[in-house]
């Protein structure tokens, strides 16, 4: 499978660099010679250095035989001209494109119809409100990804360095905390991903990963001592794009809203755009004002300007000054496993959710969707089970799934089954699997290795 | 450092040339010659080694391997390979003492060609198969070779065949460094097997056109004959030869293009422009100069012109004509053609002709900036324009290369070596090329070299092979600092 990606900047550079070691054939077009340089010194892809959205250069990548184009630049402008050269040259291409201006929200749907034809449109900004909203239900989650239309959640924790479950063997915890213990999938410890049998046990301060059923996550929160608030009052610093999408949304769902901006001319158009939120202008790491505004009665303060370190400083301070719960937006990904070290869980970033979003239209086969978790060491991901797939029409236990892949849930119908050895997954069913890294292709394979033929 | 790493990673590579002893053996048992015991023997320690390596430093999964790692893989890899490459000729003892027999094997596998024989034709054909046969696996690179068919180096792969194949402008002509080995070995077979059946239709038997082929496309120039290719006496065959030589002297992504159906890819590379245009001009000058001297005729001028400055230009070596009996000019001309080299991505050495085109225009560039101090001017090949950083590295490998041939020639002379010798021989093994002037001209060998100066001459062909770079590197001790 080839994929083309235009733009090697952050988000160009994970994509390739997680395809590239799925034994994808990844060509990355950049115009910046360092940043091409970057690339080829880092990654075993193919590299061009010119314009993405030159016809000459994207046949000299191969546009013919490429599956997917992928246009991640900064400019919605070369990611428009690369699809819509790229849907010249080459109709069957399937095309991706990262667009990030409002103006283009509307149109979405346009562009997929009508030339370009993109037959997905990126946008992190959107992505990442998405992530905030799902983070802000869940106290402490480091990831939360909603499969199957949100019937099924898959949530990553830390144990609190007190956790009763502290030494627990996987099998005991049922009977240690006298309920029903969900399906863990993986276990991250000292920065290395374990795949858990029922005899490992767990630790305090572990990133414990696990399924759940949507209407079962309150009672699968309460074994590991956490529980699902209500969200009433919400904190957002910084009123950028985000900012202010955040706030709408938070608008429509009925949360009291404060959106604190430093640029008073930001927050006119603010205030004009948004109806009950309250905007204010001023600092957000300035301690008077955080104090007038009530900020221990905060369920959620979100943390959103340009700025990571005025970020990371302002969620440590509120957090101090007792708000509940803090989400922290960071730009530069290499940051995501020190701030569970400064006490900081909760993390998004638009690159990341954007990622996240475009590797999931990469994946082959009829993959609906799918997160990867801890610096890509695994994925979790949702599929329709074939009639022509080998896991199809045989009990769980007597299919030989590769090392590293475990199917968490079954989909029948508006229906969650937990499987068992025993249970057979029927065609048409949707399934979430678990996989490693290594794992990936052959689980791709499997999934969609007869649809070829036809 | 991961020693570990990169002591299992040559592992990998020795066990891999132990298993590749198996086609000499073939043609040993199929002579019944002396040579089966000694090469079973080696293919024992060999791989016995090789697991050995292997298994005492397995290592955990690696997903990348550094620049650092990768050069120190690549050089230590080598050296191992070429001492288990000697075993065979040392347990046979048709070769001598072992110093002799490292030497041939090194210039075998940097594909330089010079020989410690004296009597060629004397040794068992399982031998002189493998001679010829470790030139070939040398020619496109064993590393390269071994990214092509072991999957399990992986992404490390990548940072392996940057350290081998330091081209001043890396080709990557697919979009995995695995398929990229494989697409260059493929074309590398491809052509070598035209070359044999070529060969064959000529009437060299199967063994010779083999062997021949062999050490003509990774530019090498063991012969299976004392007298070399003028043993035959054939123009048909020194035509094919020299048709070869050329094509393994060309960037070896051109010919994968060709073959993909780009006809018109060797007129429109400069690169391959100037190479070509350079072997021209200089078998012209050539035939002018030993016509009516040397030769009575100007198709025999022109014939033995030909042979031999592409033989040396392509860095390969054969020989058709003692060119030491040729007027002085003619043969500072071959010595100057040492320097010069093939086609960067080539299986040829010397500087490579992409290095000598940015110096010419860099220097053209100094002069330029000289009459036009205001002028901005980047250095351009083929219509683009050269990064700085590539102009620099260039740069400094001509300033390496020379530097490391005066020091050399120097050393070699301080043996008690004649200056011609001296310089031709150090000329002729940090090119890779093999025969040089004087004692170790085309008629004669490298036998009688001194023991020290046989070491300084393996350390020249390591140098050369892998382009300066990567081997020096490892005696800066900034190199080895935590």
Request: proline residues 4%.
């Amino acid at each position: 499978m080839k994929v083309i990606i235009v733009g090697a900047g952050e988000v160009g550079f994970n994509i390739a660099s997680h395809l590239a070691r799925e034994d994808k054939n990844v060509v990355v077009i950049d115009i910046d010679p360092d940043a091409i340089r970057r690339v080829s010194d880092n990654l075993d892809v193919q590299v061009i250095s010119g314009s993405g959205s030159n016809p000459l250069i994207l046949e000299e990548a191969g546009l013919k035989q490429a599956e997917i184009i992928a246009a991640v630049t900064d400019s919605d402008e070369t990611n428009l001209v690369a699809c819509l050269v790229a849907d010249i040259i080459s109709p069957a291409t399937k095309k991706l494109a990262r667009i990030r201006d409002v103006g283009y929200d509307e149109f979405h749907d346009t562009f997929r119809e009508h030339a370009p034809h993109i037959d997905t449109i990126i946008n992190p900004e959107i992505e990442v409100v998405k992530t905030i909203d799902k983070l802000m239900t869940i106290p402490g989650a480091v990831d939360v990804g909603e499969f199957a239309d949100g019937l099924v959640k898959f949530v990553g924790i830390h144990l609190d360095p007190l956790t009763k479950l502290d030494g627990v063997r996987l099998a005991d915890i049922s009977a240690t905390t006298g309920q029903q213990a969900p399906l863990i999938a993986a276990i991250v410890r000292n920065e290395e991903l374990i795949i858990p049998g029922g005899k490992d046990r767990l630790q305090a301060g572990d990133l414990v990963y696990f399924v759940s059923e949507a209407d079962k996550l309150f009672k699968a929160l309460s074994v590991f001592g956490k529980q699902i608030e209500t969200i009433e009052r919400v904190l957002i610093v910084g009123g950028g794009r985000i900012g202010l999408r955040l706030a709408s949304l938070l608008e429509e769902k009925s949360i009291y809203t404060k959106i604190v901006e430093k640029d008073a001319r930001r927050c006119i158009v603010l205030a004009e755009k948004l109806n009950k939120a309250i905007v204010l202008h001023g600092d957000g790491s300035d301690q008077e004002l955080l104090r007038e505004e009530n900020i221990q009665d905060m369920d959620v303060v979100v943390t959103l300007t340009n700025d990571e370190e005025t970020n990371i400083i302002a969620s440590l301070l509120t957090k101090r000054m007792g708000a509940k719960n803090t989400i922290t937006r960071i730009n530069k990904l290499s940051y995501f496993p020190l701030m569970s070290m400064i006490g900081l869980e909760q993390v998004v970033s638009p690159r990341h959710s954007a990622i996240n979003a475009i590797l999931q239209h990469i994946r082959r086969g009829k993959v609906l969707a799918a997160i990867s978790i801890k610096d890509e060491q695994a994925e979790v991901m949702e599929a329709v089970a074939l009639e022509t797939s080998d896991i199809v029409g045989k009990p769980l236990k007597r299919i030989s799934l590769p090392q590293g892949v475990l199917v968490t849930s079954i989909i029948r119908k508006n229906e969650v089954i937990v499987p068992t050895g025993e249970s057979v997954i029927e065609p048409e069913d949707r399934i979430v699997i678990f996989a490693s890294r290594k794992a990936i292709p052959k689980i791709e394979k499997i999934l969609a290795v007869k649809l070829e033929y036809f | 450092m991961r020693w570990r790493l990169i002591f299992n990673i040559v592992g990998i590579l020795t066990l891999f040339l132990g298993i590749s002893m198996i086609f000499p053996l073939l043609f040993g048992f199929h002579f019944k010659d002396q040579s089966i015991a000694p090469l079973l023997k080696s293919m024992g320690i060999t791989v016995a080694a090789g697991l050995l390596l292997y298994l005492a430093f397995r290592r955990a999964e690696v997903d990348f391997i550094s620049h650092r790692e990768g050069m120190a893989i690549v050089t230590i890899g080598w050296t191992v390979v070429g001492f288990f490459g000697a075993l065979p000729f040392y347990l046979s003892g048709e070769f001598g003492p072992f110093v002799d027999c490292f030497f041939e094997s090194v210039s075998g596998f940097t594909t330089t060609g010079s020989s410690i024989l004296t009597n060629i034709e004397a040794v068992s054909k399982g031998l002189l198969f493998w001679r010829s046969f470790i030139q070939w696996l040398g020619g496109m690179g064993i590393i390269v070779l071994s990214v092509a068919i072991l999957p399990f180096l992986g992404v490390g792969g990548m940072q392996l065949y940057k350290a081998e194949v330091p081209s001043p402008v890396p080709d990557k002509l697919k979009p995995r460094i695995r398929e990229t080995a494989l697409v260059l070995w493929k074309v590398y077979a491809l052509i070598s097997l035209a070359e044999v059946i070529m060969l064959m239709v000529g009437g060299m038997s199967l063994y010779d056109s083999l062997c021949h082929t062999f050490t003509t496309m990774p530019t090498g120039g063991f012969s299976t004959k004392n007298a070399s290719i003028a043993h035959y006496d054939s123009v048909y065959f020194d035509g094919v030869i020299i048709f070869f030589m050329l094509l393994a002297g060309i960037n070896f992504s051109l010919h994968y293009q060709f073959l993909r159906g780009k006809t018109l890819v060797f007129w429109r590379d400069s690169e391959c422009r100037f190479f070509l245009g350079a072997v021209f001009f200089l078998i012209v000058v050539v035939t002018i100069n030993i016509y009516g001297s040397v030769y009575e005729t100007i198709g025999q001028a022109l014939r033995y012109a030909a042979f031999q400055v592409v033989s040396i230009v392509t860095t390969t070596g054969y020989a058709t004509a003692d060119y030491e009996m040729w007027p002085a000019m003619s043969q500072l001309i071959l010595l100057l053609c040492m320097f010069l080299g093939a086609s960067g991505g080539s299986t040829g050495g010397g500087m490579k002709c992409i290095r000598v085109m940015l110096y010419l225009k860099y220097c053209y560039k100094e002069l330029f900036i000289l009459i036009h101090p205001r002028a901005v001017q980047h250095i351009k090949i083929g219509g683009e324009s050269v990064p700085e950083d590539v102009v620099r590295s260039v740069l400094g490998f001509m300033g390496l290369y020379i530097g490391l041939f005066v020091i050399s020639s120097v050393l070699l002379a301080g043996m008690g070596v004649d200056i011609v010798t001296s310089v031709a021989a150090v000329a002729a093994t940090i090119g890779n090329i093999g025969p040089g002037l004087g004692l170790v001209g085309p008629t004669d060998n490298f036998a009688q070299m001194p023991y020290m100066g046989k070491w300084l001459l393996i350390w020249c062909m390591l140098l050369g092979r892998l382009e300066i770079y990567t081997v020096i590197i490892l005696l800066v001790p900034e190199f080895w600092r935590k």
